[in-house]
């Protein structure tokens, strides 16, 4: 085989490139400290960091979000604090004002006082974090209240993405913190349903027409239920505690507050009785903590005690109405009624009438602790609303001390009270939300560092390693470049 020297010289400079093209990349490897430079050294490795890196960039979005929606909610959190200390300050001038030795002077003066709190509240209803109004629902760029709480936002908080299809209320709905608190016209224990008949398988709905405490014997109640045609009637609560006949219905009332246009529910059976749903979660524990389980009749639905009813339960994070299920399944409430296990909680199913669609909540705290929550229109329900605003009961109290009435002021002071429970009630969920943002914090920063893991491995460099192989490249390319040189030096000339 014939080579010419021309051959020669072209493989020598071929593979020198070669040489020179390895030592070049094992330089780099050690200068960058990356083991991938370009996508030539691991196509598959560079495809798997680069959606890794994407990966993370949205958790460092999360991480932005979650410190956006903490601002909001400490934000909420001093606000309402405020207004509480407000409140607490306003029905102390109360308690003083309703003293028969304050005179009418007096009064007066105090009425400044409440003057002052009012624009107060105007300020802490319209507090703001960098220009966004965090009581407005989702018109932040507008104040939401006025000084007599006229109210013109929406009823939508301003909500934060913390996760894939999970977001948390950071803002707050103004109208329900500050506007008039849900008011149960009566507890369990003052109002009981006492036996009695109506009409067969209807709803019977009571509703308060001329509000009053039982003992004021004065108030009055309607009632109807959805037959065809509609029968109906009011009854007069005229001596105290005792059993009222509501068409058939018979209702025990002990004690209480009858609040004017609230409402309650009941169904009856096929024989006409009523039904009151009653079920407990005592003396047990879910296995999931920070839950909140739904039930939902899956079928024909019935009457507890008679009836088999087929239940459909799923269980969500309890603080986020858009989480996903994390589990689910199916119970049935025997005919007979009684207990029924589900996921580690023992659920008592005593009385009720239970109708396809319907359906129940049971939340767990931290402790896996679970409490009962059913439909509202099983219970005592506030209709009205923004007629008992916080804003309104300053004013009408305000108005009370100007007029020199001490019957009102004490009515104010009622008021005030409600008021109190109620904002106490909110400041609390936002602390529970603040919990739940510390909670998918720490998830988050958990994934960030696993993903950071997983990219170092596939793509940084064994430093020590790479030293080596650039000192192996180096070496064997000193020697290829002696070798060529003195391949180099041979020439036709040093034989003629």
Not at 168 to 188: C, H, K, M, N, Y
Not at 235 to 257: H, K, P, Q, R
Request: net charge negative.
């Amino acid at each position: 085989m014939r080579v010419t020297t021309k051959g020669i010289y072209d493989n020598i400079i071929a593979n020198l490139g070669v040489i020179a093209e390895d030592l070049k990349n094992a330089n780099e490897v050690v200068a960058t400290g990356k083991r991938i430079n370009s996508l030539s050294d691991d196509p598959l490795g560079l495809n798997t960091v680069l959606n890794l890196r994407s990966a993370r960039s949205n958790i460092e979005q999360l991480h932005r979000n979650i410190s956006i929606a903490r601002t909001w909610l400490n934000s909420v959190e001093s606000a309402l604090g405020s207004v509480i200390d407000l409140v607490v300050d306003a029905n102390v001038l109360c308690i003083q004002m309703a003293n028969d030795t304050i005179g009418a002077d007096q009064r007066v003066v105090a009425a400044t006082t409440i003057q002052t709190y009012l624009e107060k509240l105007k300020g802490l209803a319209n507090a703001d974090v960098n220009g966004r109004y965090i009581f407005a629902g989702s018109k932040t760029d507008a104040a939401p209240f006025e000084i007599d709480g006229t109210y013109n936002g929406d009823s939508n908080p301003f909500s934060v993405k913390i996760g894939k299809n999970m977001n948390i209320e950071a803002g707050r709905d103004g109208e329900a913190v500050f506007g008039a608190p849900e008011v149960p016209i009566v507890s369990t224990s003052e109002m009981t349903v006492n036996g009695g008949g109506g009409v067969t398988d209807k709803t019977y709905t009571f509703t308060v027409t001329t509000g009053g405490t039982v003992e004021d014997n004065d108030s009055i109640i309607h009632w109807e239920n959805d037959n065809l045609p509609v029968d109906s009637g009011d009854v007069l609560i005229d001596s105290g505690a005792g059993v009222y006949n509501f068409g058939g219905i018979l209702l025990e009332f002990t004690d209480g507050t009858l609040v004017e246009d609230n409402s309650f529910s009941l169904k009856t059976d096929g024989t006409g009785a009523p039904v009151e749903f009653i079920a407990t979660v005592s003396d047990c524990r879910a296995n999931e903590a920070l839950a909140t389980y739904t039930f939902t009749v899956g079928g024909a639905g019935g009457t507890i005690g008679t009836d088999a009813i087929t239940l459909d339960w799923e269980c969500k994070g309890t603080l986020d109405p858009f989480a996903t299920v994390v589990k689910d399944g199916t119970i049935v409430i025997p005919a007979s009624g009684g207990e029924v296990t589900v996921d580690g909680m023992t659920v008592d199913f005593v009385s009720g009438i239970l109708e396809d669609g319907e359906s129940f909540v049971i939340t767990t705290d931290v402790h896996k602790v679970p409490t009962l929550q059913p439909p509202s229109d099983w219970h005592w329900t506030t209709t009205s609303g923004g007629e008992d605003d916080i804003f309104k009961t300053l004013l009408d109290l305000k108005t009370a001390l100007e007029t020199d009435d001490v019957a009102e002021i004490q009515v104010q002071m009622d008021r005030l009270d409600r008021h109190i429970n109620h904002i106490n009630a909110i400041i609390s969920d936002t602390g529970q939300k603040e919990i739940r943002l510390d909670i998918r914090n720490k998830i988050i920063g958990d994934l960030d560092f696993a993903y950071t893991e997983r990219i170092s491995k596939l793509e940084d460099a064994d430093i020590i390693h790479a030293v080596v192989e650039l000192k192996a490249k180096e070496m064997a390319y000193q020697a290829a470049l002696t070798a060529t040189g003195k391949a180099m030096e041979l020439s036709l000339v040093d034989y003629i």
